[in-house]
């Protein structure tokens, strides 16, 4: 059974940064480039950054200054680190996993809910 299980969503004032985790199970990590995605109610799901299995990355272009994801093979777990954060960037976050694509692919995540404000 595939799970992956986000966390470390939270409420951040303007300007403060966040990590969001997301531990994967039920696949063999390595083979699987992982991304986050947010949605809110008004919105479509949109990407945020993914990153592949050897470590290269793509962002969204208007996150791509404040926001690093990256992965740990022996802890089976993708990052998000989000600095600077703004309103806009109130969403829930989604992890996905995608075989042999850049995604999104089948493997989603339930979700962490991540509210900024002040």
């Known amino acids: 059974q595939v799970q992956l299980v986000e966390s470390g969503g939270d409420l951040v004032h303007p300007g403060g940064s966040l990590r969001l985790s997301c531990r994967a199970s039920?696949?063999?990590?390595?083979?699987?480039?992982m991304g986050w995605y947010r949605q809110t109610p008004d919105k479509e799901r949109e990407l945020v950054a993914v990153?592949?299995?050897?470590?290269?990355?793509k962002y969204s272009e208007s996150m791509k200054e404040r926001f690093t994801i990256s992965r740990d093979s022996a802890r089976n777990s993708v990052y998000l680190t989000m600095t600077d954060m703004r309103s806009e960037d109130t969403a829930v976050y989604f992890c996905?996993?995608?075989?042999?694509?850049w995604g999104p692919g089948e493997y989603w995540g339930q979700g962490t809910q991540v509210t900024v404000s002040s």
């Open positions: 996905n996993g995608a075989r042999d694509t």
């Open positions: 039920g696949i063999r990590f390595s083979f699987y480039t």
């Open positions: 990153i592949s299995r050897g470590g290269n990355t």
